[in-house]
């Protein structure tokens, strides 16, 4: 068994920042790809950011500058740091994992989302 989860989604005020945090855990033997998407009202899930197996770090284009993504292999958890938010930031906030389980089974795993609401 595999799971994901996040934590750290709330409401912010536009200009604020939030953390958002991803855990991976349960029959684990590595970890090829793991990052974050987000979901909008509407609109189709889309590519915030995630880091390779070979350690290099993606981002949707739009996002530098405002998103880090960073991680710590041996707590298998990656982080979504968030600045200067704006109100078109709100959506869900989704986990995903590429793990290879201790079945030598590879798959995509998605967190159940957490939702990121920027409003006055």
């Known amino acids: 068994q595999v799971q994901v989860v996040e934590s750290g989604g709330g409401l912010v005020q536009p200009g604020g920042s939030l953390r958002l945090s991803c855990v991976a855990s349960?029959?684990?033997?590595?970890?090829?790809?793991m990052g974050w998407y987000r979901q909008a009202p509407g609109k189709q899930r889309e590519l915030v950011g995630d880091?390779?197996?070979?350690?290099?770090?993606n981002y949707a284009d739009y996002k530098r500058g405002r998103f880090t993504i960073s991680r710590d292999n041996a707590k298998n958890t990656v982080y979504l740091q968030m600045n200067n938010l704006k109100p078109e930031d709100t959506a869900v906030y989704y986990c995903?994992?590429?793990?290879?389980?201790?079945?030598?089974?590879?798959?995509?795993?998605w967190g159940q989302g957490t939702q990121v609401t920027v409003s006055a």
């Open positions: 880091f390779t197996s070979g350690g290099s770090t």
């Open positions: 349960g029959s684990i033997r590595s970890i090829d790809r």
């Open positions: 995903n994992a590429r793990i290879e389980t201790r079945a030598f089974v590879v798959r995509d795993y």
